[in-house]
């Protein structure tokens, strides 16, 4: 039985087909304590790192690191996805070093965006929660594919901003022009509307997949609630030099 698609790896039929012997079923309770210890450790890495930076350390290798080590986790987390209850906490220290780089120099030119940018994150995905509960947005099949196109269309644009880096060209994306603001504010909604895909997976699978499957749920959050975070703390960064 087709269970639909999502545009978050995490939540594709590959990893969740299989079948186990386990009797202990995936719950919804598992995965949101495994999800809060993983952003435990990502704001506890972030706050260290904002601690080492203001001390007049160079935190430049902590953001290249981290996003280099969060996709190489994400790789083998796709190729051995029984070693998720192991890799799924690393992925979160090294998706902390990124994010308390990131965080650091935003922190350092405004000083309150960060905490600004926590708070639109937690609000967002309580009303995107919300509107899943209520069935005011409904996830049908046409609305899957549009948001699977958009995310992946989005991916592939900051997969080749990043490499054309290498090669001393800079992308419209990471400045301050209208058109970089209006990708941001795309990249966001579609970051946001990316949590109800996950949202719909796990009750499709709750009560369902084996117990260590929550594993593989939280990790899937954890890059959904990472990447909608990194947009909006962007977009207001962005707005803020703008005006």
Do not use: H
């Not at 990502?42 to 902590?62: E, R």
């Amino acid at each position: 039985m087709n269970l639909g698609k999502t545009s978050n790896p995490a939540f594709t039929g590959f990893f969740w087909d299989e079948e186990t012997a386990s009797s202990k079923k995936m719950s919804v309770r598992g995965i949101l304590i495994k999800t809060f210890v993983c952003l435990a450790i990502i704001a506890l890495i972030t706050v260290l790192i904002w601690y080492y930076y203001s001390n007049g350390n160079n935190i430049k290798w902590f953001v290249t690191g981290g996003m280099i080590g969060a996709i190489v986790v994400s790789i083998v987390i796709s190729v051995r996805k029984d070693w998720a209850p192991f890799l799924v906490p690393i992925y979160a220290v090294v998706k902390g070093f990124f994010i308390g780089g990131i965080t650091s120099f935003a922190k350092a030119k405004f000083p309150d965006l960060p905490y600004q940018a926590i708070g639109v994150t937690v609000i967002t995905f309580f009303v995107m929660l919300t509107l899943y509960q209520t069935r005011l947005i409904v996830v049908t099949k046409k609305l899957r594919s549009i948001i699977i196109v958009a995310c992946s269309t989005i991916f592939l644009t900051y997969i080749i901003s990043w490499i054309l880096s290498f090669f001393g060209i800079r992308s419209f994306l990471w400045g301050t022009s209208w058109v970089a603001i209006v990708f941001n504010i795309i990249a966001a909604i579609f970051a946001s509307l990316s949590l109800l895909l996950d949202f719909d997976y796990i009750e499709r699978k709750k009560n369902k997949a084996p117990k260590e499957k929550e594993w593989l749920a939280t990790w899937g959050l954890l890059v959904t609630i990472v990447w909608l975070y990194v947009e909006i703390l962007r977009l207001m960064r962005k707005l803020s030099i703008k005006f």
